[in-house]
């Protein structure tokens, strides 16, 4: 079985609720409050739990709010590897307002890290990459994290023969593809920073992306474009993969679930086009729940034949 090993370095708990209406200046009676771990490579896990496969999700850990997301990590049965660190673990807020659907997302910003703890980290992945054949970087870099981080990861990826997948963005994004990257997700904004085009149509984001893969340094580039779908291009492929239409209740951990479904498809050897399908229904799927929810399989499962029931557009 291909090990799988996440890195999140901005995990949150996801604390979510709902409201009759939101009034400015009014008490507001809130619903039972939930709580659920959240953040790029954590989402990623626990999505590929839902699909069947185990991973090892590696993630900075502070303070009781640390020791709470260790345990709803727990609950989920998901195997963890926390690195410890001296600010608390940040807490997001997600509020519905079931007067007109609107949901309101307050993202606290991510705790720094402090002197030492970076190579806490840089060890952990090290210490455990030789038993992992994917490592997946996915969630925004904090504060005090060096600009070579990801790109020391992706040196211990390539010694290690793991492929890597990464998700998010910055300066560390740009020296980690210059590095070696198995697999890239970016949205259109990421990619114009990345590429300086304006990626607003397909051709557009075609052209982008090749700019990515034809240095070598990048195998897959899966462009996100939200429920428009997901555009995939290696040096010889290329093909725009509509998304399918859901009715959509919240949007987090959208993208998450489409790198989750993209490495499940990839353990299991899915071509090009599967692949990124699974994505795209993995992604999907999450849009249909509220809250912090994720997606249910049995979405996943229909939304996946629909959307290889639908005529294919190739360019390649």
Same mark, same amino acid.
């Given at each position: 079985?291909?090990?799988?090993?996440?890195?999140?370095?901005?995990?949150?708990?996801?604390?979510?609720?709902?409201?009759?209406?939101?009034?400015?200046?009014?008490?507001?009676?809130?619903?039972?409050?939930?709580?659920?771990?959240?953040?790029?490579?954590?989402?990623?896990?626990?999505?590929?739990?839902?699909?069947?496969?185990?991973?090892?999700?590696?993630?900075?850990?502070?303070?009781?709010?640390?020791?709470? *997301?260790?345990?709803?990590?727990?609950? @989920?049965?998901? +195997? %963890?590897?926390?690195? !410890?660190?001296?600010? /608390?673990?940040?807490? &997001?807020?997600?509020?519905?307002?079931?007067?007109?659907?609107?949901?309101?997302?307050?993202?606290?910003?991510?705790?720094?890290?402090?002197?030492?703890?970076?190579?806490?980290?840089?060890?952990?992945?090290?210490?455990?990459?030789?038993?992992?054949?994917?490592?997946?970087?996915?969630?925004?870099?904090?504060?005090?994290?060096?600009?070579?981080?990801?790109?020391?990861?992706?040196?211990?990826?390539?010694?290690?023969?793991?492929? *890597?997948?990464?998700?998010?963005?910055? @300066?560390?994004? +740009? %020296?980690?593809?210059? !590095?070696?990257?198995? /697999?890239?997700?970016? &949205?259109?904004?990421?990619?114009?920073?990345?590429?300086?085009?304006?990626?607003?149509?397909?051709?557009?984001?075609?052209?982008?992306?090749?700019?990515?893969?034809?240095?070598?340094?990048?195998?897959?580039?899966?462009?996100?474009?939200?429920?428009?779908?997901?555009?995939?291009?290696?040096?010889?492929?290329?093909?725009?993969?509509?998304?399918?239409?859901?009715?959509?209740?919240?949007?987090?951990?959208?993208?998450?679930?489409?790198?989750?479904?993209?490495?499940?498809?990839?353990?299991?050897?899915?071509?090009?086009?599967?692949?990124?399908?699974?994505?795209?229904?993995?992604?999907?799927?999450?849009?249909?729940?509220?809250?912090?929810?994720?997606?249910?399989?049995?979405?996943?499962?229909?939304?996946?034949?629909?959307?290889?029931?639908?005529?294919?557009?190739?360019?390649?």
């Amino acid at each position: 079985m291909k090990h799988i090993l996440t890195l999140t370095l901005s995990p949150t708990i996801d604390k979510s609720t709902s409201v009759d209406k939101v009034i400015a200046e009014h008490k507001l009676d809130c619903a039972e409050p939930k709580f659920e771990p959240g953040g790029g490579g954590i989402n990623v896990s626990r999505a590929l739990r839902r699909l069947g496969l185990t991973s090892t999700a590696v993630f900075t850990s502070g303070g009781l709010s640390g020791k709470l *997301l260790q345990e709803l990590l727990h609950k @989920e049965q998901i +195997e %963890q590897h926390p690195i !410890e660190t001296v600010n /608390l673990t940040r807490e &997001n807020f997600i509020v519905v307002n079931r007067a007109t659907n609107e949901q309101l997302r307050f993202g606290m910003p991510a705790p720094a890290l402090v002197e030492g703890e970076e190579e806490r980290v840089l060890k952990a992945v090290k210490q455990m990459a030789p038993k992992a054949s994917y490592i997946v970087a996915s969630g925004s870099i904090p504060k005090g994290v060096s600009t070579d981080f990801l790109a020391r990861i992706a040196r211990i990826a390539r010694q290690e023969d793991a492929r *890597l997948v990464v998700d998010t963005s910055g @300066e560390a994004l +740009e %020296q980690a593809i210059e !590095e070696g990257i198995y /697999l890239l997700k970016p &949205n259109q904004n990421e990619l114009r920073k990345l590429t300086g085009i304006e990626a607003e149509d397909n051709d557009a984001i075609e052209e982008a992306a090749r700019i990515i893969v034809n240095k070598d340094k990048c195998g897959i580039v899966v462009v996100s474009m939200g429920p428009q779908g997901a555009y995939v291009v290696t040096r010889d492929y290329a093909e725009f993969v509509n998304a399918p239409s859901v009715k959509k209740r919240s949007t987090v951990g959208a993208g998450d679930s489409m790198v989750a479904g993209m490495v499940y498809g990839c353990v299991n050897n899915y071509d090009l086009g599967h692949m990124v399908r699974m994505g795209i229904a993995c992604g999907s799927a999450a849009t249909m729940n509220h809250g912090t929810e994720l997606f249910k399989k049995e979405d996943v499962d229909r939304l996946y034949e629909w959307l290889n029931k639908q005529t294919t557009n190739y360019l390649v």
